[in-house]
């Protein structure tokens, strides 16, 4: 099984400020025949259901405010939130889709 | 739009059974497998596994092979999971989302999340 360990387990960042999530995979998640790494990224706020940001490590889901991005391959991941608001307090967490899934156990993310 | 929509909270003796639905609408609902994660009470993501809606073969995660039974109902577009032998660790929130860009994706928006309770 893949084992995803994201760090640090919490982070908190005054607003206007850049904020990073990293993630590591046991295993590479790069998919050679197509280039692809099979990476997503949730955030999940209080009460919420979790909603994808990221897949295929960089490329933003529809809606999502540019201000999130990720970024990295094989098995070492970041993301990236430009200029933190009041709205993106959460847990985030990484998972990997290239062998089942598995979550990592996720970041919350605070304001300073 | 696309909407699922899954049972009410279930409060449930240990050795027990349950059996939670999640109704589909909005998509065409053998287009895409569904996933089945659990949260624990202030707990991460777990990927429990997922069933094709097409062939209806499921797969599961190491940790929920056993009491953990993956179902359709492909006439009211309903996916359910059923756990057998309830435990107190079983207490979670369990939630359905379907993979669309691949089976093990699940993507947005996840079903509302279904909490069960499992005490004497």
């Known amino acids: 099984d893949i084992v995803m360990t994201q760090s640090p387990d919490s982070l908190a960042v005054s607003l206007g400020e850049r904020a990073t999530i990293n993630c590591k995979s046991s295993?590479?998640?790069?998919?050679?025949?197509?280039?692809?790494?099979?990476l997503g990224w949730f955030q999940q706020k209080p009460g919420q259901p979790p909603k994808l940001l990221i897949y295929?490590?960089?490329t933003r889901e529809s809606g999502v405010p540019d201000r999130f991005s990720g970024s990295g391959s094989g098995t070492d991941f970041t993301l990236t939130i430009s200029s933190l608001q009041a709205e993106d307090v959460a847990v985030y967490y990484c998972?990997?889709?290239?062998?089942?899934?598995?979550f990592g156990q996720g970041t919350k993310l605070e304001i300073k | 739009q696309v909407q699922l929509v899954q049972s009410g909270s279930e409060l449930k003796k240990p050795g027990a059974s349950v059996k939670v639905s999640c109704k589909a609408s909005?998509?065409?609902?053998?287009?895409?497998?569904m996933n089945w994660v659990r949260q624990a009470p202030g707990q991460g993501l777990e990927w429990m596994g997922w069933?094709?809606?097409?062939?209806?073969?499921?797969t599961y995660a190491q940790g929920f092979t056993g009491r953990f039974v993956f179902s359709l109902d492909t006439s009211v577009n309903t996916a359910y999971l059923q756990i057998s032998s309830l435990k107190a660790e079983d207490t979670a929130v369990y939630y359905c989302?379907?993979?669309?860009?691949?089976?093990?994706?699940?993507?947005?928006?996840w079903g509302q999340g279904t909490l069960v309770t499992v005490s004497t």
């Open positions: 989302a379907r993979g669309v860009l691949t089976a093990t994706l699940p993507s947005t928006p």
């Open positions: 909005g998509y065409t609902f053998s287009r895409n497998g």
């Open positions: 069933i094709n809606t097409n062939t209806g073969n499921p």
């Open positions: 295993q590479s998640v790069l998919y050679s025949s197509n280039n692809k790494n099979y």
């Open positions: 295929w490590a960089s």
């Open positions: 998972q990997q889709y290239y062998s089942g899934s598995s």
